[in-house]
């Protein structure tokens, strides 16, 4: 790593990753409900092929290693791009930071939609792995013709447990992107003021929406240091989150809780530009900033993450929405 000039910042540190705080407190997932009546439509993918399907991805993700062509057979969205981002980093002799992916995918329960339309999905909550924390698979096919791939695994926050839903002989309901019945908004809204919040703080309308957590705490954080840190050096920072856009064009999936709620998985690319003093340096780049870069020192930096959350929303009337897991972690830079 080069010598920073005399008067140009170091950058405060450029990957937001998700921290150890996002593991060894997470509560198991409650098992799932006793079965009732059976329900019709019954489930699309029945217990048994959800486990081959696990199955199957546990081998080609074992057997591709950090090869990316091998991985896009069973991998997709951010879990690919962050899985990249890795090997990458790995590459350049750099260690990747945390990003609250699943360690382990051994599956613990299931949750199977009822859902008959394409795209199709289901959730596989795993076993602890070495983070003691348990993660929320999220599998998609796009269409009939096309296998079932990890699109997400955020891990559970400290303290988090998930709501309990339908057994998965009965399977449970999708709610869409944009139903609110008995709900405090539409998964599509509670996605995007969570995303106003983790952008704008205390600052963001839909603050009060939302019970307070672990990650947002870290970011809210990270992002103030970051921000003086330039500032006081004549640098500047700049941010924007927006939901992903999913292969299949889905950059979120809901489905129903017992309790009459709502679970739901969402997708953000947050992109964060930092630059230095005018006509100086942003200084020396962090190890995994500089390995995705290609450089080691830039005036300025384009930072881009991809960050998953499960969203627990409740009933109307039923109080603030609780987010219980996160993946977050950084997939492209361009410095210049």
Same mark, same amino acid.
């Given at each position: ?19 150890? +705080? +996002? ?26 092929? !959800? ?20 991985? !896009? ?6 879990? @690919? ?8 980093? /790995?590459?350049?002799?750099? &260690? ?15 949750? +199977? ?9 289901? +959730? *596989?909550?795993? &076993? ?7 993660? $929320?698979?999220?599998? #998609? ?14 891990? @559970? ?15 449970? %309901?999708? *709610? ?52 003086? %840190?330039? /500032? ?10 927006? @939901? ?13 809780? #017992? ?11 947050? &992109? ?29 930096? /384009?930072?881009? /993450?991809?960050?998953?959350? $499960? ?26």
């Amino acid at each position: 790593m080069s010598r920073r000039p005399a008067g140009a910042l170091r950058a405060a540190p450029a990957v937001l990753a998700v921290p150890a +705080l +996002l593991a060894g407190c997470a509560q198991l997932p409650p098992v799932p409900a006793v079965p009732r009546a059976p329900a019709s439509p019954a489930p699309v993918v029945a217990p048994v092929q !959800a486990e081959r399907v696990v199955d199957d991805v546990v081998r080609v993700v074992r057997e591709a290693g950090d090869d990316p062509e091998a991985l !896009a057979g069973r991998v997709t969205g951010p879990e @690919l791009a962050l899985r990249r981002a890795a090997a990458r980093v /790995r590459e350049a002799g750099a &260690e990747p930071p945390p990003t609250g992916s699943a360690d382990e995918l051994t599956p613990l329960s299931s949750s +199977l939609p009822r859902e008959e339309d394409w795209p199709r999905w289901f +959730l *596989v909550i795993t &076993e602890p792995g070495a983070d003691s924390a348990p993660s $929320v698979v999220v599998l #998609r096919s796009a269409s009939a013709r096309e296998p079932y791939r990890v699109w997400a695994t955020p891990s @559970l926050l400290p303290g988090a447990s998930l709501p309990t839903t339908e057994a998965p002989a009965l399977g449970v %309901a999708a *709610v869409g992107p944009d139903e609110d019945a008995n709900l405090l908004a539409s998964p599509r809204e509670v996605a995007q003021r969570y995303a106003d919040v983790l952008t704008d703080g205390d600052a963001s309308p839909a603050d009060a929406d939302f019970a307070e957590d672990a990650y947002r705490e870290q970011v809210t954080r990270s992002v103030a240091e970051q921000t003086d %840190a330039l /500032r006081a050096g004549g640098g500047t920072f700049t941010q924007t989150r927006e @939901l992903l856009d999913g292969a299949d064009d889905r950059p979120l999936v809901a489905l129903r809780t #017992r309790d009459g709620g709502a679970l739901v998985v969402a997708g953000y690319r947050w &992109e964060t530009t930092a630059t230095g003093p005018e006509g100086g340096l942003l200084g020396d780049l962090d190890p995994v900033t500089a390995a995705l870069a290609g450089r080691e020192q830039a005036r300025s930096a /384009r930072l881009v /993450r991809e960050e998953v959350v $499960v969203l627990d929303v409740p009933p109307t009337d039923g109080g603030v929405v609780s987010v219980l897991a996160v993946q977050s972690g950084l997939t492209e830079v361009e410095a210049g």
